[in-house]
Structures are given as C-alpha cells and as structure tokens.
C-alpha cells in the first residue's frame, strides 16, 4: 500500500489548465505552443513526487495493463507529460477501491474532485489532441490542434485501454456528466485509429474498447457522439466509412433504435417532435442498408412502439420510421404485414380450444387496440399505409359490433373509417363493401375474422373460447354496424363517398341477370341466395339507414349533388328499360327518390340546376308506366315540385295533407306533434296513397320524435304510429327498432320505449311475427346480456311477452335461454332481473311440449324452483314466479303419464309396488325415467 494522501497532496500543487474548463477558455486555446508553460512546473512537482524515471512508469503502466511494452516514449515533454499523469492515476486506482461503500475505503469530495480533474487534463492532451486531422474541422473540436502534440500510436493504444479498463469503471467520476466529453473524446480517437492499418491484436482492442463503451456506459450518449462526428464536414472516405459502420452495427442490436431517439431527443430539444421524428426515420431508412439490418429494425420498432402506448410525442419516432421502412422495398412491407398478422392470431386462430378459456385478457385486448390506432391513425402523414388494414375489415366489424360503447369501440371505428376513406370511390371502395356485405371471408385476397368459437364477454372485455356444443354462427350484420359506425362519426364526407359507392353497388346488382342453370345439390342452392339476393338485401338496408341521416343530406347537397344525379339518371333508365322490375329494384328507387325530394325541397338553387331538370323526363316516363303505387306517388310529388311548386313560396293551404302533418310534427310542441301524428295514423288506416308512398319518412320522423319527445302521451302516439307502419313494411319496422334498441350510445330511457314498440309492433302482427321471430328474440337476447340493470329487466319482460306471442316456438333459442337465465339468477345482483328472468323461466315451462326432449335440464330446473320457493327470505315475486312454474311441470309430468303409458304398463307397474310376484326380465332392465323426481 502506498501513502495515497502523498499523491493528493500532489494533485493539489498541479495546475489542470484543460479540466473542468469553461466554455471561454477553450475558445481561446485554439493556438497551443509546443509545450505550455505550466506543463513544465507540473512536471516538476510529479518528478519530486515520484522519483522513477518515465521509463519505469512506463514498464510498470504496460505489465499492469497487458500491453506490449514497444512504446517509444522519446525525450518529449508532453509523452512525459501523460505517461506522468497515467501513472500516478494507475497508482490511485490501484490502492483505493472507489468500488467499496465501506467507511474506510470512502475519499472526500475535494479528492474525487482532483481525480475527476485529473481524468479530464490526461483526456485532453491524450486523446483530444491526437484525433484524426479532419475531426478538427468539426465545431465541436474547431478549437483544438495536434499541430506538434502528436504522440506515438502504441502510446495513443496504451491510453485507451487505460480509460476503458481503470478509469471509466470508477462510477463515482461520472456525477454531473464530469466524463460526457471523455467518452467523446475516447470514441474520436477510437475511430481515428481503426482508419490506419493496424495488427490484428490492437484492432480487437479497440474492437473491445467500442464494445465497452456500448455495453456499459449510456446508449443514447454513444448515438450522440457518433451523429456529432458524422457532422462533421468534408469527412475522408476512410472515416465516415468507420463512423457509418459504428450507427449500423450499433442499430442493429437491441434497444438501438430507442437509443437513437433519445440520443436525438437530449441533442435537439429545441425541435418539435415532428422534426426530430423526421431525423430519426432518415437515419433508419436508408436504401444503403441490408435486407437482414432493415428486418432488425422493423422488429425493434415495434417493440418500442409497444413500450410507447401511453406517450403519444415518442410513438411518432416509431411510426414514421416503420412508413419510411414500409415505403423501401415489398420486402419491407410483408415483414410487417406478418408482424401485424401476428397481433391478432389468438382471436383468428388460436392454438388452444378449450371451451372456457381466456385468449385475451382486457389490458391485452385495450394494448392492441390502441397500439393499432396510433399506428394507423396519428396522423394523415406519420401512420402506416391504410391498405394494410384491408384484411381486417371483418375483424375490426366484429370487435365493433361485440364491444360495448366507449373509447375501445372508438379506435376501432377510427380504424374502419380510416381504411375506407381512403380507398378509390370508384373502384376500391365499392370492392371493399361489397365483400364485406356479402361476408365473404374465403376469397383472395384473405380476410381475417373471429375464430367461430372465440367471443367477447360485454361485461369483463375477456375474449373466450365457447362451448363446442353451444356455438352457433353468429349472425353479423355488416349493414347495421357499417352504417352506426357511420353516423357516429363526425366524418360527414365519408359518409356520403360511402352512400354514392353503395349506390354505385347496387346499380351494378340490379343491371346483373338473375338467370341460373339447373341446381344440383344444396350447397349450389345457398351459393346462389347468398350471391344474388344477400348482397342486395344488406345494400338496401344499408342505404334506408343512411338515407335518413341529416349530414348526409347537407353533404350530399353541397359536395356529392351531381354524382348523386348522375347516379339517380342511370338508375331511372335501367329501371325504365326493364320491363320487369324486381322488389329490390323499386325499393332502391323510392328510396333514392324520397331523398332526392329532401334534397330538392332545402334547396331551390338545387331545383333550378341543369343535371335536376335532365330528370324531368325520364321522371314523366315513370309515372305514367309504373304499375307500382309507391313508386307513382313519389315520381308524382317529385315531378310537382320540379314543375315549379316550390315548398319555400307554396302556400300553406295548398299543401298536401302529408306536408301539413309532417310540420305539425316538427313544431316540437306535444299537442301539435300529437294532433299531427294521429293524422297520419288515420290516413296509414284508409290506404292514403300520398302517406303510404311517404312510409320511410314517416318512420324516421317517428323516432326523430320519441328521441326528442318522450313523455307519455308522444309516447303512447308514437307507439299507435309503429304498429301502423308495422301493416305496410313488416320487415323494415322490425329491423330498424332491433337496432335503436341495442344501439349502445343512445340513451336508456329512449331504448325502453323502443323495446314497448317492438313488443307492440309485433302483438299487431300477431302469430305472423313468427316469420321475424330471428330478429326480435335476437334483438332480446343481446338486451339480456347488457351491463344495464333496467335494459336486463325490461329484455327479460319483453322475452317473457314474445314467447307467449310466438305460442312458445323458441327450439333454436331454447339452450341459449337456458343459459342466460341460469347466470342471471346465479350471479345477477338486481332483483327486478332475476324477477324478470325467473318469469320468462316458467313461460319457458308453459311452453314445452314435448318434456323427454328436455329430460337432461328438467331436474336442475326442478331443484331450483323448489329452492326459491323453498327460501323464506326470497323476493315474494320471485317465490310466486317458482310456483308457478312448479305447478306448470306438475301438471304437465301428471298429463304426459296420463297420455303416454298403456294400461298394461300400468298394472305391471301396480304390481311391482305392490310385491305380489317379481318383476318380469324385461322391466327389470329398464332404467327409472327422470320424470320421477320424488
């Protein structure tokens, strides 16, 4: 051990002119003499110190470091000058052990201090002055020189990996960054060295050296320092060579990519993000790279991407970097699209299939789906391309359509929206919806959907695998959810490009011909209904939902009015050259011609254009052929106003008795709206052509009115207007109240009254609404499963209704009933839904016909109603609802004995109780029946 204060002391008489030096002083340093003055009496002071001569030192510094001892340390004063400073370093490092939180083993700051200053003084005059001659002609060393500094190569190694293997090890040298500009420095000199030809064994030395200073000291500072030296200008070709290598090989191992954006992100924290973004995917995407680099930094974007989720200025890096990338070559862009494919396999196919089991947990399911909307839609610049959402269309339907309301179900709209509104109007799109309408999933190229027995829990978001015995296809309607989403959304100009493509679709299916061979087998039977009439269906009821949507109206007037005319003229002359027009055919053109007539009304400018009063004739023409009374009356209202009666200068006693209810109901006063509503009720009743002709308008109208009007009387007036509609468009009625009432983001009151509606409207029907019974029971089912008690309850109530309608006809939906009922009463916490479930169990009871089809649940059913019945502290109703339904079963088990066994059976069986004689062989056999549940 040696007397380290003696090597203090001698530290306190050097003077470090380089250390520590503040910004002035080395601005005025930029001519340095051959040999500063103070060098000579800091020479002095390490000679009294330490009497072995420079030789000595330097034998003893190249046995402790390993090196070869070739150094030719030549009678100059500077190579003294650091082999001086070198070993008295090495003598502090050696015996004291900056490692070590012992009380001995600590120094005092004014030690550490000379320590770190004496770091920095061996830093400048044995790294900094002896770069490579063009790094001086960077700003950052524009103000140093090696002019007659220079030192010998073996020196130059010696104190390289003096720095790499003693002092920078030391941690306590590094506070406030004292050691920021020692890395720098240690790098430059680095690379100026790997530049000339040097042995194998000092190449792996240096190679170790970079090796080190990327492993163990800051990332983000290496990526600094080499952008700082690529700056520099009018670089040798050997330099940058080495420089460009070094940002290669260090992006390419793990957590580059994130080191270069914060080494970026501390360099330039004057620019916006955006800017500096730009930087980082220049630097990442560069033709010049490999295939296999390229591959690598995809793959470490998307990590960082993921670890970036909650912070929206540092995903920007990723996601312009992965366009860049995308951009580059195909090769590029299928290693992303396979990255994104993986996302979402568990839900397509997943490896494991037991019913029960949870693919996704909520946090996955919430990563992936904002991960997704950050990469696809932060911006119309810095996101992926929207093509690469095609694939996913069905999937992203799926998740909207099972996803309750809320931020989720928001970025997967945002993703949809995304992907359509920018395809082509004219030939991408309509190919898009097309295949999405008709759900055909197995054509190229492939579609990615839900795997048939992976499904969403509404209640938990936990993606599970159902039951292999009760799944069944969902039925999705691409329809009601591509038109919701719609009309959610605040993106007025895709909705219209939307209607027009669906228009455009529909077109194209009424000009094809629905003739067809001689079908052999039932597979070309289905083939055939879904291709020609599927489609049709899903586009009309696509465009009467969206034909009623006031910012379609506005923006179709202002933006799409030719397109649409032009549309509107092609189908009138299809519709006048076919002298057979088809259902879809005139339901489409009353659709389109109610529209045009809302367009026409709020818009003289619009009456008086060219490409409106081209539609006179052809609309003449219709009116005077058309057999249909529907298509008549709206061709007759139109003509009238295109012929010059104007709404806005037409008096009022002239109007039509549907204008005159129409604005009776739009005043927004209860009596007038109700006064106007039973006006239309009483002409709907006579067969008013005018009003029959005007039904889609009135339905809107009606629940335009019990949105905004909901008490009682408008109400019960509405309801009356239902079930007057209901006897003029069965279908239509039923199915835009089926999707009012589960629409998720309308509020609760209104679905309530929804739900009476639909159980009304269907009364009116009576056992006809057998032929909807899909719909409604549907519509029903998914009530039961919402979140909200009073929508459970009134589900319950109104399945518990349709079931006595439907004279208990409910086969297919009978296990699922089942189901929901027995996690309402098990797990459910609101007692009107429990009550509600318990009475639609009994009319399930009421129902059965046959009790041996249901022998397998009879018991627990049994069980459970004794048990509620049984349970003093149960709800009275609930008490009631259980007797009833043990009275239904025992009444129905007493008749079933009664019809079913022949009095020969019956003797057999009194004997048998009674002892007489052994019962014979064959009854002996013969296994007790469930029924016997005493």
């Known amino acids: 051990m040696i007397n380290t204060a003696k090597y203090f002391a001698l530290l306190e008489k050097l003077s470090f002119e380089h250390a520590l030096a503040n910004e002035s002083r080395t601005q005025n340093s930029t001519d340095l003499p051959q040999t500063p003055p103070f060098i000579d009496d800091n020479l002095k002071h390490l000679e009294k110190y330490v009497p072995l001569d420079v030789a000595q030192q330097l034998q003893e510094l190249c046995k402790a470091l390993g090196v070869e001892e070739k150094i030719d340390a030549e009678d100059n004063t500077i190579n003294c000058y650091i082999i001086r400073l070198l070993h008295v370093l090495h003598t502090l490092s050696s015996n004291i052990n900056f490692h070590s939180d012992a009380l001995e083993d600590l120094i005092s700051v004014a030690h550490l201090k000379l320590c770190i200053q004496t770091t920095q003084e061996l830093s400048y005059y044995a790294l900094r002055c002896q770069l490579h001659q063009d790094f001086y002609k960077s700003p950052v060393f524009k103000n140093f020189s090696n002019n007659d500094l220079s030192i010998p190569t073996s020196l130059l190694l010696l104190s390289i990996q003096f720095f790499i293997t003693r ?15 020692v890395q720098r420095d240690l790098l430059a000199a680095i690379i100026s060295l790997r530049t000339l030809q040097l042995p194998a064994e000092q190449q792996s030395q240096l190679n170790a050296a970079l090796s080190y200073l990327w492993q163990n000291e800051s990332k983000a500072d290496f990526f600094r320092h080499v952008l700082l030296l690529k700056a520099t200008p009018q670089l040798s070709p050997q330099l940058a060579k080495q420089l460009h290598q070094q940002l290669l090989h260090k992006l390419s191992l793990p957590h580059g990519f994130a080191s270069l954006i914060a080494a970026l992100h501390t360099a330039s924290q004057n620019l916006d993000s955006t800017r500096s973004a730009e930087v980082v995917a220049h630097i990442v995407a560069q033709r010049g790279y490999s295939l296999r680099l390229q591959q690598q930094l995809i793959e470490q974007i ?148 839900l795997h048939q027995r992976v499904a969403l829990e509404k209640e938990t978001l936990q993606v599970k695998v159902q039951q292999a015995e009760l799944v069944k296809q969902q039925d999705y309607t691409p329809s009601h959810t591509l038109c919701s989403l719609l009309m959610s959304d605040n993106n007025h100009a895709l909705t219209s490009k939307v209607f027009l493509a669906l228009l455009r679709l529909m077109l194209q299916q009424l000009s094809e011909g629905s003739s067809i061979g001689l079908l052999s087998n039932e597979e070309e039977l289905a083939h055939f209904l879904q291709s020609k009439y599927q489609l049709k269906m899903q586009l009309l009821v696509a465009l009467e939902l969206l034909v009623w949507h006031p910012p379609l109206k506005a923006q179709l007037a202002q933006t799409q009015s030719k397109q649409f005319m032009q549309l509107l003229s092609e189908l009138l002359q299809q519709r006048l050259s076919n002298q057979k027009p088809t259902v879809e055919a005139d339901q489409t053109l009353v659709v389109c011609l109610m529209l045009l007539q809302e367009l026409l009304e709020s818009s003289e400018q619009l009456q008086l254009a060219e490409s409106t009063q081209r539609l006179l004739k052809p609309l003449q ?314």
């Open 621 to 934: 023409q219709l009116a005077a052929q058309t057999p249909n009374e529907l298509v008549k009356q709206a061709t007759r209202s139109l003509l009238s106003l295109l012929l010059g009666d104007r709404v806005s200068t037409q008096p009022t006693a002239d109007r039509s008795a549907f204008q005159r209810a129409r604005e009776l109901i739009e005043q927004k006063k209860p009596h007038l709206q109700v006064y106007g509503i039973q006006l239309i009720v009483q002409a709907l009743r006579n067969k008013d052509v005018e009003f029959t002709s005007q039904c889609h308008r009135i339905l809107a109208l009606t629940l335009e009115t019990l949105k905004s009007n909901q008490e009682s009387y408008t109400f019960l007036n509405c309801v009356r207007l239902f079930v007057a509609l209901v006897h003029i468009m069965e279908s239509e009625v039923l199915d835009l109240l089926s999707a009012e009432y589960l629409a998720e983001t309308a509020k609760l009151d209104y679905r309530l009254l929804v739900g009476e509606a639909i159980l009304k409207s269907a009364q009116e029907i009576g056992p006809l609404c057998y032929r909807y019974k899909d719909v409604l029971l549907n519509c029903f089912l998914h009530g039961t499963k919402s979140p909200l008690d009073e929508l459970r309850t009134s589900s319950y109530a109104n399945l518990a209704q349709l079931c006595r309608l439907l004279t208990y006809q409910v086969h297919s939906f009978f296990q699922e009933l089942l189901q929901l009922i027995n996690d309402e009463l098990s797990f459910g916490s609101y007692l009107p839904a429990k009550r509600g479930a318990l009475l639609v169990l009994a009319e399930l009871l009421a129902g059965m016909e046959n009790l041996l089809d249901y022998q397998d649940i009879l018991l627990p059913v049994y069980r459970l109603l004794r048990a509620i019945e049984a349970n003093e502290d149960a709800d009275p109703q609930m008490r009631q609802h259980a007797a009833n339904g043990l009275k239904i079963l025992n009444a129905k088990c007493r008749e079933m004995l009664q019809t079913s066994v022949d009095p020969l059976e019956q003797m057999q069986r009194e004997i048998k109780v009674l002892g007489i004689k052994e019962p014979v062989a064959s009854s002996s056999k013969k296994q007790r029946h469930i029924l016997e549940l005493n």
């Open 302 to 449: 998307f990590d960082y991407c993921r670890l970036q989720l909650s912070n929206v200025n540092s995903m920007i890096y990723g996601v312009l970097s992965l366009r860049r990338l995308c951009e580059l070559n195909e090769t590029n862009r299928a290693s992303i699209e396979h990255i994104l494919t993986a996302h979402w396999q568990p839900l397509v196919q997943p490896e494991d299939l037991l019913s029960g089991l949870i693919i996704w947990e909520q946090s996955e399911l919430t990563a992936c789906l904002q991960l997704w909307q950050q990469l696809f839609c932060s911006s119309s610049v810095a996101c992926l391309p929207s093509s690469l959402l095609i694939p996913y269309i069905p999937l992203l339907v799926q998740l909207h359509e099972q996803l309750p309301a809320g931020n989720k179900r928001k970025s997967v709209s945002a993703l949809i929206c995304r992907c359509l509104d920018n395809r082509d109007a004219e030939l991408e799109l309509p190919l898009q919806l097309q295949r999405l309408l008709s759900w055909q999933l197995d054509k190229n190229p492939p579609w990615q959907s």
């Open 167 to 181: 002092l920078l090890p030391i941690r306590q040298l590094h506070i406030a960054n004292a050691m920021e500009l």
